[in-house]
């Protein structure tokens, strides 16, 4: 399995509050995603980042920020947690050799579950 | 934009029967498609990818899928289903090799003894 961590597990917060999701890798791989899954949607991209410092939105970013620091970590940030952001978030992360090669097998992490109350 | 359809929410069959899931695409061109599974509570596991060349793709844990081009398909099978099947599975896509993978709703997989 690869090396894919994600802090915390399990969180519950109220509406307003700040959150930070953390993602940390052991595989020293370039590209690095955060999905958000809920039901009857599946899976939807929330921000990817493809090197340290280098990140684009997905499908359904408004809301989230994120940084990427150091190669190993991905933060997703909820600056102001809404109801709607209650989900189950998942990283990702995919090796590469050059270029953008986002197709190449994904790694997901465990998963954090996010209840905004 | 590219979709991808998995018409069956849930499906239920018995262990040891052969399982078909059903998985269309929209999109002109071939794209890059891929099967995962999700277990309870876990994280997505690649079964298998098709990017190009023999239709059928083996993957692993036993499941296979193929690419129909007329049909804009990529089924995945199994010929004898285990308990340890019992779990959500996605179909995804892609257009090319630099573009974003987009996932279906999934299928949720329930095995009776």
């Known amino acids: 399995d690869a090396g894919i961590t994600q802090s915390p597990r399990h969180k519950v917060t109220e509406t307003g509050t700040p959150v930070t999701l953390r993602c940390h890798q052991t595989e020293n791989h370039r590209y690095m995603y955060w999905y958000r899954q809920d039901p009857g949607h599946g899976l939807r991209l929330i921000h990817y980042s493809y090197g340290v410092k280098d990140t684009d939105k997905g499908e359904v970013s408004d809301g989230y920020s994120v940084s990427r620091s150091k190669t190993e970590d991905f933060l997703l940030t909820l600056e102001s947690a809404t109801s709607s952001q209650t989900s189950v978030y998942f990283c990702a992360i995919s090796e590469t050799e050059t270029g953008r090669k986002i197709t190449d097998t994904q790694y997901f992490g465990p998963g954090t579950r996010l209840t905004v109350l | 934009a590219q979709s991808v359809t998995q018409p069956d929410i849930h499906i239920t069959v018995s262990e040891g029967a052969s399982l078909e899931l059903r998985c269309n695409y929209s999109?002109?061109?071939?794209?890059?498609l891929f099967w995962y599974v999700q277990s309870p509570g876990q994280g997505l596991q690649l079964l298998l990818k098709y990017f190009s060349g023999d239709t059928l793709v083996q993957g692993i844990k036993g499941f296979e899928a193929e690419f129909k081009r007329s049909q804009s398909s990529f089924n995945l099978r199994k010929p004898s289903v285990h308990w340890s099947d019992a779990a959500e599975y996605f179909c995804a896509v892609a257009m090319n090799r630099d573009d974003k993978i987009i996932f279906g709703k999934g299928t949720r997989l329930h095995i009776l003894p």
């Open positions: 999109y002109g061109a071939t794209p890059y």
